[in-house]
């Protein structure tokens, strides 16, 4: 036998060994490319309805951190600036500095709770909020704004309205609460300030009275939980969407995920979120302690007991 | 070829046993000797002394001027190989070569290149008839057919001695006729001296010179004119 | 008589009796394949094994973590570490700098809240109440992903990010038990989204802490077999230092740790195993403490090579028996071929062709016998190791790898020929002395 001969013998003997072990549990499949460039920088200015107070997850269920995850590409990035009991005001010496210094492309302004229970005027808030979008699109962010929801339906208010008082979450109750009429009056004015400005900023208002509205006439989920001073889970999820279907289309996500909550695209109040929790919302308890004052305590509690190790 | 006083024995089991006792012999340059005796008189011993399978342990003996008595090893070997060509009674072939390759085998020793060689062997199979069966192996032929291949290797390195061991002695009558007249044609064709053992009278008779061993000696007698292929008995 | 004629006569004679020649083969195949299969078996599990200590890492990989060497932990693998101390860049350099070392790879890491949507973790550094939820609090580990081989990582499902990436990590099993998945089920995350949060100190305008996380998605692609050192997450430098510089942006006084090491560690590869020692003092004097497997590699290699030694020897001695059957077969050969050899000397060969002719004989069984062998021994190895390796990776561990061992087979073939001629010597020395006689002796 020549050694060319030999050598190919144990060519073929090896390619079938080699053949018959392969099975390996790695796959090869091709890598996607890496992403590089811009990113989407999404930030979102809000009170106490915007960090998930009510839901059965804040960190995952608040209504920015939903329309993150299934409005925005994959590469966003996405703080959250909001601060729980936050005005326009607030806004625009808390939040609006850490939009600017993100280099936000995304901004999202939901702020009309705070300022209606504390009494600041429609033309007081016109103002204020025109000063906030202004800044917001000076660096030339894409600022989709929300109005009012139906009073009835306003985080805050009927929790105050039903004597709730001041559970501890941002909530600042008026020590006498205006009639509904009147109360209904003010947030209308805020409904047209909000358009104006958006108008006038080339900010995307986002008509969350109507969504609202809507799905409360089709008999959909609660929207506010329990103690009506915050948004529940489907409320989250219906504003998460309501902003989600103004973004622009070039930005958005082309499809929300299929995680369990998200609900019907076009009536998102008819269907349930599946119980992830067996946590049952009470309505003198929070259904939740957390939120950013619980996030920041454990964070204090936790993150200095660690340190990496290599092993 | 002389040899003078040659004396051989072999060790046996109850001691030495001598086989020649003084044997002395002179055949001429291109002559034909038949060496005849009795069995067991030492012909086989004293053709291997000529050829070289066995060393001279006493006496002397030249071949073509060469005192092959002092040749040991592979002088021994080389003198084997160019000076004699042996046939052998029982043919001796090697079974696992053909007719063409057997032949080739002393070229082969000597180091001659391939196509030389073969074409050589060639040759020398057509001057035996044996073309048509060059490719056949030994186990195929006939004992003729062997015999004229062993014939024709032991021509191939062209020698100048001979040397038959009763090349007949397994063939039957007309076959035995065929090979010796084919020996006897090829040594006169390419003049080499022929030496031929046999215990066939009628086969020694054709030889120019018999040399009779008797008791470990010879006694050489020429035959009777000049021999059945008609030579005569030249001088040493 | 030429090289060649002696080959082909060597070779007709050996043809000659093909069973006696078939079964002379088969014997120092059946030795020449227990020695190659033993040994490369051998080779197998001593690369299995180094590969475990170094955790899929070159061998003369060095850990360098960002603290200071204890100096009552010389030369121990993995010593104690004295007190935190940043590696920056201008340490890298240095280290860099030193003679025996390769490539210095940094290791940087983020801490990071993990938020997996549907999942559920238990246990502790789970925010959530009674330390039940979705979100974990763990370490992003940022590495080179380019030279991810050059790491002691290796995958167990999926595949490694994809260089630079910031949306693709792998996570490691730890990380998966904590959300109660284990064992082959690991391998069923490939391809789910995890939210990834870097905490950054803020004070708000009362003076209230506040930490707010930066989120961003990923991929999970893979699934790593070792720990990423204490971390869960394994991303690109990318990914990670961008969380690590949002993290470092923060308030000090309402997070003083945020201003950390700007690399959490390195991964230093030296010039081979020898020069490990030697960089690990430098390394050590530059003032950061190391570890690396050098003293247990050390000595699972002297094992190793004590059993590579008993392995050889038993081989060696299964060769020799069949070469003894070499031997047996020639002399039979020789008492057999007596008259022949005897005609081959009075046809003019010297004693020396005859002594060639049987060596070659004896050489060429024993080069086939060889060949054979090696050929069957390099295929029970990689029988045997396919198995293992199905084995291995079903329960979620690294397999095993067979590399083709070339110096192995070529020394197999060469030891069983050199053999197989030795053994030859004695008939072929006994043919050689035969008389020239023998070919007219009755």
């Known amino acids: 036998m020549t050694a060319r001969r030999a050598r190919s013998v144990v060519a073929s003997v090896v390619l079938v060994l080699v053949l018959a072990a392969c099975g390996s549990t790695a796959t090869t499949t091709s890598t996607r490319p890496a992403v590089t460039g811009p990113r989407t920088t999404y930030v979102a200015v809000g009170g106490s309805d915007s960090v998930g107070n009510g839901t059965d997850d804040p960190l995952l269920d608040a209504w920015p951190q939903q329309f993150f995850r299934h409005s925005l590409p994959l590469e966003a990035v996405f703080v959250n600036a909001a601060v729980p009991g936050s005005t326009v005001a607030d806004a625009i010496t808390d939040q609006a500095p850490l939009a600017s210094s993100s280099r936000a492309t995304v901004v999202t302004v939901w702020l009309v709770s705070a300022d209606l229970l504390d009494g600041t005027p429609a033309s007081t808030y016109a103002t204020q909020l025109l000063q906030l979008l202004r800044s917001l699109r000076a660096q030339g962010a894409t600022v989709l704004v929300g109005n009012a929801p139906p009073l009835d339906q306003l985080p805050g208010y009927p929790a105050c309205r039903d004597g709730a008082g001041r559970p501890g979450r941002g909530l600042r109750c008026p020590v006498a609460l205006p009639d509904p009429a009147t109360l209904a009056a003010t947030t209308s004015a805020y409904d047209q300030a909000i358009a104006a400005d958006a108008a006038q900023t080339g900010s995307i208002l986002v008509d969350l009275q109507g969504a609202v509205a809507t799905s409360v006439a089709h008999g959909g989920a609660p929207f506010l939980d329990p103690s009506g001073a915050d948004l529940s889970t489907a409320g989250s999820t219906l504003v998460a969407q309501a902003f989600g279907d103004a973004v622009p289309a070039g930005t958005r996500h082309t499809a929300w995920s299929t995680t369990t909550d998200r609900s019907a695209t076009s009536s998102v109040l008819t269907r349930r979120k599946p119980a992830a929790s067996a946590r049952a919302p009470t309505a003198s308890a929070p259904t939740s302690t957390h939120g950013n004052q619980r996030l920041t305590a454990w964070w204090v509690s936790h993150r200095r007991s660690s340190r990496w190790t290599p092993d | 070829m002389v040899g003078t006083a040659l004396a051989h024995r072999y060790e046996g089991p109850s001691g030495a046993v001598p086989v020649l006792v003084g044997a002395t012999f002179a055949v001429p340059r291109d002559g034909y000797a038949a060496l005849v005796g009795p069995s067991g008189a030492g012909k086989t011993t004293l053709l291997s002394l000529i050829g070289g399978l066995e060393r001279v342990q006493t006496g002397t003996l030249e071949v073509g001027g060469r005192d092959v008595a002092s040749l040991v090893g592979d002088e021994l070997a080389a003198y084997r190989r160019t000076t004699v060509g042996f046939i052998f009674q029982n043919f001796g072939l090697l079974e696992a070569l053909t007719a063409s390759e057997n032949v080739e085998l002393a070229a082969v020793l000597a180091g001659e290149r391939s196509a030389v060689r073969r074409r050589r062997a060639a040759e020398l199979l057509d001057a035996v008839g044996m073309t048509p069966r060059a490719a056949h192996r030994p186990g195929a032929l006939s004992g003729g057919e062997r015999q004229r291949v062993a014939i024709a290797r032991a021509l191939v390195n062209s020698p100048r001695l001979i040397l038959a061991d009763e090349p007949t002695g397994n063939l039957d009558a007309d076959t035995s006729e065929e090979v010796m007249q084919l020996l006897e044609s090829l040594r006169r064709d390419r003049g080499c001296t022929l030496m031929v053992v046999t215990h066939d009278r009628a086969l020694a008779a054709r030889a120019a010179q018999r040399l009779v061993l008797d008791r470990g000696r010879i006694t050489s007698a020429p035959t009777p004119g000049t021999g059945a292929t008609g030579e005569r008995a030249a001088g040493p | 008589m030429s090289w060649a004629d002696a080959f082909r006569l060597a070779a007709r004679s050996v043809l000659r009796r093909p069973g006696r020649a078939a079964l002379t083969v088969v014997a120092v195949a059946l030795a020449a394949a227990l020695f190659t299969a033993m040994l490369t078996m051998a080779a197998t599990a001593q690369g299995r094994v180094l590969n475990q200590l170094a955790k899929g890492g070159p061998l003369a990989g060095i850990q360098v973590a960002a603290a200071a060497p204890d100096p009552s932990q010389a030369g121990v693998d993995n010593p104690t570490r004295g007190a935190a101390k940043p590696i920056d860049q201008a340490a890298v350099d240095r280290i860099a700098r030193i003679p025996g070392v390769d490539v210095v790879l940094p290791i940087v890491t983020a801490e990071s809240l993990v938020a997996w949507p549907g999942h559920t973790a238990t246990g502790g ?301 004695l008939p072929a020395r006994r043919a050689a002395r035969l008389p020239a006689r023998e070919a007219v002796e009755l």
């Open chain 3, 125 to 425: 550094n789970v925010v959530g109440p009674n330390n039940s939820g979705s979100v974990v609090f763990d370490q992003l580990v940022g590495v080179n992903l380019s030279r991810l081989s050059d790491f002691p990582v290796t995958l167990s499902a999926g595949r490694f990010p994809s260089p630079g990436s910031v949306t693709q990590v792998d996570v490691t099993p730890v990380l998966l038990a904590r959300y109660g998945i284990t064992g082959t089920r690991t391998r069923s995350v490939v391809g789910s989204q995890i939210i990834l949060g870097a905490p950054r100190g803020f004070r708000s305008a009362d003076g209230t802490p506040v930490f707010r996380s930066r989120w961003t998605k990923a991929t999970i692609v893979g699934v790593v077999t070792q720990q990423a050192g204490s971390g869960g997450v394994l991303a690109s430098l990318s990914l990670v230092r961008a969380d690590q510089r949002w993290t470092a942006a923060g308030d000090l006084s309402v997070d003083p740790d945020a201003a950390g090491s700007p690399y959490a560690g390195l991964f230093v590869i030296a010039r081979g195993l020898d020069a490990v020692p030697s960089v690990r003092a430098a390394i050590e004097a530059v003032g950061y403490s190391t570890s690396a497997p050098e003293n247990l590699i050390a000595t699972v290699e002297r094992y190793v090579h004590v059993v590579e030694i008993v392995l050889t020897g038993i081989g060696v001695i299964a060769l020799a028996i069949a070469s003894l059957g070499i031997t047996n077969a020639l002399l039979a050969a020789v008492r057999e071929r007596r008259r022949e050899i005897g005609i081959l000397k009075a046809v003019g060969a010297r004693d020396r062709d005859v002594l060639r002719s049987f060596l070659i004989e004896a050489g060429v069984m024993g080069a086939l016998g060889g060949v054979i062998g090696t050929v069957l021994g390099l295929a029970l190895a990689r029988l045997v190791a396919a198995i293992v390796d199905g084995y291995l990776t079903s329960q979620g561990l690294a397999g095993v790898h067979v590399s083709t061992p070339y110096q192995l087979a070529v020394a197999t073939v060469v030891g069983a020929t050199v053999l197989a001629v030795a053994a030859g010597a």
